[in-house]
């Protein structure tokens, strides 16, 4: 087959191509960095023509064209299936909705139960082969995209290749039009700063739990990101890596030497993730990289997968917790943030693994606009918060003050554990409000 024939045959403008969207439709962007640039601003471009034009879209790194306009939401409703800053945003501003999800399911749900008109998505050039790289998502796009009756790719020169399991390529041949962007640079996401001294705090005492040849997964986020410059430090030895997100934090623990995926049960050898966003540097890393591979979340995240891998740490962020043991990592009340991600697939999976452990790690307060400081481990989550992570799957929790285990506690035992690592000032209300809950013994500390 002549694919260069093809390719030509299929090219077309940004302009032509959003031709394809009618109203009513359901449009999905794709994920993160594949979000599509030129084809968005064609589709912004095209606002007054449509109408109830339904966009799918997640871990959002800019905002959306579609997206700007003051009277946005009358064509356009925003979907996205985990929030990030600029998502908030645009749900603050009342175009967009949160679609709660368990990320492993994500391919399933476009399997079964969501329908998609137009999918549009940047990818690398083509190679010889007629095949473009879906580069830093995996994730649920070969779902997605069979599910489309329409599908555009928008290449971009930047867009590293990523080598991949079945799942992280499209041939021309499944392609309705091809359309050569500007090559803008891959959007980059920056590692938060320097790390706090309660970021090192807590990674210290997490970095204590791992052993050589251990299998790692990094949430995204300071805490996360400050126990991998430990790792990086660190004197451990034939880590592997097998994460939802890959992050600048393993790009510096490989090049420090720590990772071989030696001692993997699973993909030995193979840095095996479902999504990539980071810095220059990351993107860089994993462009034709022998030594990472691209998966569709459903195998990544998937708990059965996990469970196989001996000796797989889990490290995530959460917002708060109560004293039950419910861990919250979504949202301020009803106020969204975040979403269920993968966490809980991790927090189960690393419990299932031989030698597995999880951890949740938070700094004990947090001090908000008005400058009032509140603990973030509560009696009780705020009406309205979401549990994330149920306290019957629940293992270890740290904070700066400690690090405690919860399997196996009864509601006393959890509510003194996570008294003692929260912060020393909020403690004694903490007792009292235990107490009133009759979570509290006589005989505790």
């Known amino acids: 087959m002549d694919f260069q024939k093809l390719y030509q045959e299929k090219l077309t403008t940004a302009e032509e191509a959003v031709k394809l969207v009618q109203s009513g439709d359901w449009v999905d962007y794709g994920w993160c960095a594949n979000h599509p640039v030129a084809l968005d601003r064609a589709l912004a471009a095209r606002k007054d023509e449509l109408r109830d034009v339904k966009v799918r879209g997640g871990v959002t790194m800019w905002t959306p064209e579609i997206a700007k306009a003051p009277d946005a939401g009358e064509h356009f409703t925003w979907n996205s299936w985990h929030c990030s800053g600029i998502d908030r945003k645009i749900i603050s501003a009342g ?241 969204h943030i975040s979403g269920t991600g993968g966490q809980l697939d991790f927090v189960m999976g690393a419990y299932l693994s031989k030698g597995g452990k999880s951890f949740i790690c938070m700094a004990s307060t947090v001090t908000g606009k008005d400058g009032v400081t509140k603990s973030r481990i509560v009696p009780t989550l705020t009406p309205g918060s979401i549990a994330t992570d149920p306290r019957s799957c629940v293992q270890y929790i740290v904070t700066e003050y400690g690090l405690v285990n919860l399997k196996g506690l009864s509601t006393w035992e959890r509510a003194e554990k996570l008294i003692s690592i929260a912060h020393p000032d909020f403690r004694d209300e903490l007792i009292a409000d235990a107490e009133k809950m009759k979570i509290w013994r006589k005989s505790n500390k």
Not at 123 to 145: I, K, Q, Y
Not at 157 to 172: D, H, Q
Not at 323 to 335: D, I, P, R
Request: net charge negative; with cysteine.
């Open 95 to 335: 175009m967009g909705f949160f679609a709660p999800i368990r990320y492993s399911e994500l391919p399933r749900y476009y399997r079964e139960n969501v329908s998609v008109d137009v999918a549009m998505i940047q990818v690398t050039p083509m190679d010889a082969h007629g095949n473009f790289s879906f580069a830093l998502s995996a994730s649920h796009l070969r779902d997605m995209l069979e599910k489309a009756r329409h599908i555009i790719v928008e290449v971009n020169a930047n867009m590293p290749w990523v080598y991949g399991l079945t799942g992280a390529e499209i041939n021309i041949r499944d392609v309705d039009y091809v359309v050569e962007g500007e090559n803008p640079p891959v959007a980059e996401l920056g590692g938060g700063g320097e790390p706090s001294a309660v970021d090192k705090a807590v990674a210290e005492l997490i970095v204590k739990e791992i052993p050589d040849g251990a299998c790692l997964q990094l949430g995204i986020g300071g805490m996360p990101n400050a126990v991998g410059s430990m790792i990086a430090q660190s004197d451990l030895k034939d880590l592997g890596v097998h994460t939802e997100m890959y992050v600048d934090a393993f790009v510096d623990i490989a090049m420090a030497g720590k990772i071989t995926g030696a001692r993997k049960n699973l993909d030995k050898g193979r840095q095996v993730y479902a999504f990539a966003a980071g810095t220059k540097k990351l993107y860089d890393y994993v462009d034709r990289n022998p030594d990472v591979m691209a998966a569709p979340v459903d195998y990544t995240n998937d708990v059965g997968v996990l469970s196989q891998l001996d000796n797989f740490i889990s490290i995530n962020n959460a917002i708060d917790m109560d004293l039950f043991g419910q861990v919250n990592a979504e949202s301020a009340g009803v106020k």
